[in-house]
């Protein structure tokens, strides 16, 4: 009899420590759900204020009103060298980029030359630029409608003002310094690697990602 008594009273103990677990565990689940909700929606928020997600049209207006819908994204990818430095610059509801850069017009020998002298030079795709294989930076910074039409117009007048390249001062990294310097950015020492110009330029903005130009 005692020992069935024993029994009995460890399945009953048994019985209360696996309810115990069960309520434990259930409201962790409900936590990390609410959790999950609230990040989805990217927004600070108590878990009961989780249980009540806005509705997905209002979440994606205030993306766009943190971001806004127009970027530029300075961007270094690998080449035969040093590498290259370039801007992808759009639309963010858009697939399509506009492209940037400062490049040698020609072959390998366009190149060589131009650690000499000056060469001619192309400013828009060049090989590799949208590859995201080759990408080893990149830095992206969004802009209201009204900024990126004047940044837009600046980069086409950049491009139809650069003519000739030079690998010691008028180079990639110079070419999109500008554009970081209208924008209002600050902007690292140029003459340096691609690479490290862009994560420099992202690392002295603090990764800032919302740019309002100043007004004319």
């Not at 940037?100 to 400013?123: K, W």
């Amino acid at each position: 009899m005692t020992n069935n008594a024993g029994r009995s009273g460890s399945c009953i103990l048994a019985g209360f420590a696996l309810a115990a677990m069960l309520s434990c565990t259930t409201p962790s689940a409900s936590a990390h759900e609410a959790d999950r909700r609230v990040a989805d929606a990217n927004a600070l928020a108590t878990t009961d204020a989780a249980a009540r997600p806005q509705p997905p049209s209002t979440r994606r207006s205030v993306a766009r009103a943190e971001k806004g819908p127009y970027y530029v994204d300075f961007r270094a990818r690998t080449a035969a060298s040093w590498g290259h430095a370039f801007v992808w610059y759009g639309k963010t509801s858009e697939k399509a980029v506009e492209v940037a850069g400062l490049t040698p017009a020609g072959d390998t020998l366009a190149y060589v030359l131009g650690h000499i002298t000056f060469v001619p030079s192309e400013t828009g795709a060049s090989y590799g630029d949208l590859d995201p294989e080759y990408l080893t930076a990149s830095y992206r910074v969004y802009l209201n409608e009204a900024d990126a039409k004047r940044v837009f117009a600046y980069i086409k007048e950049l491009q139809a003002s650069s003519p000739v390249w030079n690998a010691e001062t008028v180079n990639c990294t110079g070419f999109i310094g500008d554009i970081a310097e209208f924008m209002g950015l600050k902007v690292p020492h140029r003459w340096q690697r691609p690479e490290n110009f862009v994560n420099s330029l992202k690392e002295i903005n603090g990764g800032r990602q919302m740019v309002r130009l100043s007004a004319k």
